[in-house]
């Protein structure tokens, strides 16, 4: 595994393990066969009763403008519709910690994605995304239940 | 990758593709890491609009029983409860097809499970599945329309 890759993967499993400790069912795409990955599975799907959310998930050593290829932001878009869910850019930083940037699901991709570095820095943390998906419960409530469930 | 692990992936490939074209968001489980598998997640998720699925997936030469170890039941139940979704095993025959098998998602799982092979006989197909959650749209009717969305 690259070192590249190897940094992305530990990005999707923190992801994956702060979902889950939120109360959602996570599902994280196969680390290995790269190919198969990019055709068919986002980085991360989220699931809490019902309500979805939908990650692609980027690691960088700090802030900067991040580029996704046309194919993989489709590919995003169309589970994300398919599933009714809403697709992020699931952002890593050094420091800052996540950031998520929603993507509005009907867009039409024609090129590459650009998000801007101020377009992620002013992006909200993962209370962003529970408020998306009207997950109005707090943070507290979720460790609580999630000490039951698991 | 053994005989049985291979002849398995071939059967999680195969529903994966039923669901897609149903219109399902669909995603797999890893292939490779069986550990980490058996540990998260179950074999293959679906989801359309916001309704989940969430299976087990069993490849047989024969209809014969089936059993399933306790703790990858439990996994597969906690799963679909944290997603809102309806579990099932599916169970793939020569000549007969799928067969799915509803479970319980609020069964207390103490032991394996064992699914009778009279049990698998009677289950339904994927209709079945589609009936379960309340999608009432035609098979010709998703047909079309992932021709669309793809």
Avoid: C
């Avoid at 940094?7 to 066969?33: D, N, T």
């Avoid at 890593?92 to 024609?110: A, C, M, S």
């Amino acid at each position: 595994m690259s070192r590249k890759r190897a940094k992305g993967y530990r990005a999707e499993r923190e992801l994956v393990e702060l979902l889950w400790r939120l109360g959602f069912a996570v599902m994280r795409a196969p680390a290995s066969g790269a190919k198969i990955k990019k055709a068919d599975y986002p980085d991360v799907v989220a699931i809490l009763k019902g309500k979805v959310a939908v990650f692609e998930v980027k690691s960088r050593a700090k802030l900067e403008n991040i580029y996704i290829g046309k194919e993989q932001t489709q590919k995003l878009l169309n589970f994300a519709r398919r599933a009714g869910g809403i697709p992020y850019i699931a952002v890593r930083l050094p420091h800052i910690g996540w950031k998520f940037i929603k993507l509005d699901v009907n867009t039409e991709v024609n090129n590459t994605l650009k998000i801007d570095k101020e377009t992620i820095e002013k992006a909200p943390n993962i209370a962003g995304v529970l408020a998306d998906l009207n997950i109005t419960k707090t943070l507290d409530t979720y460790l609580k239940q999630q000490l039951n469930t698991y």
